[in-house]
């Protein structure tokens, strides 16, 4: 009896039971379909924002258009320059002619306005432009655009401002803006013969260009060669020390005696002889003995030529205002000339077009301008003198005339021992066959002499023999490394320097061959 209650109630739990699991797998579907809800809905919330801030940016962009449409225009202006507030007279000044204000021009007037609190008035610099708002107030100033007019300088006005030349030899006289690039190393900002950007309606130069036409035709430096570095030139380096030397030094007891500077040396002779080299010797003398420094300009005869007819000449002009204005700082200034019958030949002798019957009269002219100037001299080097025009070499210009001539035996012999100097590495067993470095490179120089002279004097110059030497430094290296880079295979020989003597004057003798055929 009691199985038979028993098995009901357990049907009835297990029916209960299964009931039960099928309403938690419904409470678990309805929660997967939930969630799926809810993550449509946050993906549509999503949307929604983003669509809202399109919205709204779109709104915020309508409504800057519709301000902007309501704006009046802004207008441009170019600053001629700023008023300060000054103590106004009663009774006879309104307070408009005395407050702050700007002057600029507008549309070609010229406007006095207003300046926004806003704007310090640092920032309005001369030749900037700015925006007018319609009550002709500026409001904003711009970044400068960079470009205007080209004009050069022709000279700098004591109180700043600048004459230069424009379209042609039109000159006119502007102000240079504060704004322009400041001078670096005590430069001053702007000077003669510099390039700057100018607006001629307001009358100010902007920016100063730095243009490499200038620096093409002069080149300035200051020389490291010394006398010493010069060989077989004695007699010449006495002549040219006695006239540029002695009256800077002894300057009081030139005066004393009536004597003046000279303003001018010419050295002529073949080329190779040590010409430049003199030349920029005195620069480094003048500025040993100055104490003060000085400047050699090497004026390069190619580039100061010029097709348009004046450019030469102004070039010209620019070179001795470069010089005045370093001699004016108190350094001695050498203005040297290269080659100087090519740029300054007799007038009268073009083929072509006579561009020395300008240029000739316009150095001429500086060169008489230098005369009440100090510390200047005009050093000319030409191995065709009688092609330079006879007023430039007449006394009062070119007043010293040096001759350079070829070296001596004696002349070579010096030139030698500073190209075949100390440090020069000689052969290891020719050092020992002479007993010494200093007696075997004495052999090596007293050998190259006794080959050159007498019979070879005519090709000889200073130039000639450092390419020698140079030659046989370079067979001494070749060897060199052939052998393996023995120590005792290092150094020049005898055989080297003999090699390169016979090079040197195989490759002169077909030049004056080629010449000659040509001829």
Do not use: W
């Amino acid at each position: 009896m009691s199985e038979t209650n028993t098995q009901p109630d357990a049907q009835a739990l297990q029916s209960r039971l299964e009931q039960a699991h099928r309403q938690v797998d419904n409470l678990r579907a309805r929660q997967r379909d939930l969630e799926q809800q809810l993550q449509a809905a946050g993906r549509n919330n999503d949307r929604m924002k983003g669509l809202l801030e399109a919205t709204r940016g779109q709104i915020d962009q309508l409504k800057q258009a519709l301000e902007a449409d309501g704006q009046p225009p802004f207008t441009f202006a170019t600053i001629i320059g700023y008023r300060e507030p000054r103590e106004r007279t009663e009774g006879r000044e309104i307070a408009a002619a005395t407050a702050a204000g700007c002057d600029v021009l507008h549309s070609g007037r010229k406007l006095r306005v207003s300046v926004s609190p806003l704007i310090a008035p640092e920032q309005l610099v001369p030749g900037s432009e700015v925006l007018l708002n319609e009550n002709y107030t500026i409001i904003a100033v711009l970044q400068p655009e960079g470009t205007g007019e080209i004009a050069r300088v022709k000279e700098v006005l004591p109180d700043g401002r600048l004459v230069i030349l424009v379209r042609g030899e039109e000159e006119r006289v502007v102000r240079l803006s504060p704004g322009a690039e400041a001078p670096q190393d005590g430069e001053p900002a702007v000077r003669s013969g510099d390039a700057v950007v100018v607006d001629l309606r307001t009358g100010t130069a902007t920016e100063v260009v730095p243009l490499s036409e200038v620096e093409d035709v002069v080149l300035e430096e200051t020389p490291d060669i010394s006398y010493q570095q010069i060989g077989g030139l004695a007699e010449q380096i006495e002549q040219i020390r006695d006239a540029v030397e002695l009256p800077f030094l002894h300057a009081e007891l030139y005066r004393e005696h009536g004597l003046r500077a000279p303003k001018g040396i010419l050295l002529y002779g073949p080329p190779g002889c040590g010409k430049t080299m003199i030349a920029k010797a005195v620069a480094t003398s003048l500025a040993e003995d100055s104490g003060n420094g000085a400047f050699f300009l090497n004026i390069k005869g190619p580039e100061l030529l010029n097709k348009y007819v004046g450019e030469t000449e102004r070039h010209i002009r620019v070179i001795f205002a470069r010089a005045r204005e370093r001699a004016s700082e108190g350094s001695p200034v050498v203005v040297f000339f290269d080659e100087m019958e090519a740029l300054f030949r007799t007038r009268g002798t073009g083929v072509s077009s006579d561009v020395e019957t300008t240029i000739v009269p316009q150095l001429l002219a500086e060169i008489d301008g230098v005369e009440s100037l100090d510390n200047v001299i005009v050093i000319g080097a030409s191995n065709r003198e009688d092609m330079i025009d006879p007023a430039i070499l007449r006394p009062g210009r070119l007043d010293v005339k040096i001759r350079v001539q070829r070296p001596s035996a004696e002349g070579a012999r010096e030139i030698l021992a500073i190209h075949l100097g100390d440090a020069v590495p000689l052969r290891p067993a020719l050092v020992t066959q002479h007993g010494g470095h200093a007696q075997a490179r004495s052999a090596l120089i007293s050998s190259v002499v006794q080959r050159l002279y007498p019979e070879q004097a005519g090709f000889m110059s200073g130039a000639v023999l450092s390419n020698i030497v140079d030659r046989a430094k370079k067979l001494a290296i070749k060897e060199y490394l052939a052998g393996a880079e023995q120590e005792e295979m290092k150094g020049i020989t005898e055989g080297h320097l003999i090699e390169a003597i016979e090079q040197e004057l195989a490759e002169q003798r077909a030049m004056i061959a080629r010449i000659g055929g040509q001829a």
